[in-house]
């Protein structure tokens, strides 16, 4: 059984860090495009991290860029999202997702939408407080 679980989340102040952290079971991520992505109250889900495993293309939303940053351990099949300098704006639930179209996969991350081939979890909520 495919499985992605979230972690990490919590309640920061502003200027803060968080690390989100999502372990994958039942594949390997290495074989998918991984995405990391948001929502907040009343708004679209947004990509705010996307990578095509196959040739190593990475995303960045704008709204992150220079502060969010992905890594990955294969050895544990799990992925990362460091998140410093956090604001408030940054509020939302966080899922990772993977998906086994990794070409369209990483496109549609970048669209803050996946393919039907997609595998996500249940989210983990990040609030930043002024």
């Known amino acids: 059984e495919v499985q992605l679980v979230e972690s990490g989340g919590g309640l920061v102040q502003a200027g803060g860090s968080l690390r989100l952290s999502c372990a994958g079971s039942g594949f390997t991520f290495h074989d998918y495009a991984i995405g990391w992505f948001r929502q907040a109250p009343g708004k679209e889900r947004e990509g705010v991290f996307c990578?095509?495993?196959?040739?190593?293309?990475?995303y960045y939303a704008n709204s992150v860029k220079g502060r969010f940053t992905f890594s990955s351990d294969k050895a544990k099949n799990t992925v990362y999202l460091q998140m410093n300098s956090l604001k408030p704006e940054d509020t939302a639930v966080y899922y990772c997702?993977?998906?086994?179209?990794?070409?369209?996969?990483?496109?549609?991350?970048?669209?803050?939408?996946?393919?039907?081939?997609?595998?996500w979890g249940q989210g983990t909520q990040v609030t930043v407080s002024s």
């Open positions: 990578i095509s495993t196959s040739d190593n293309i990475t």
């Open positions: 997702a993977a998906d086994r179209s990794t070409a369209l996969g990483f496109l549609k991350c970048t669209t803050g939408t996946s393919t039907s081939n997609a595998y």
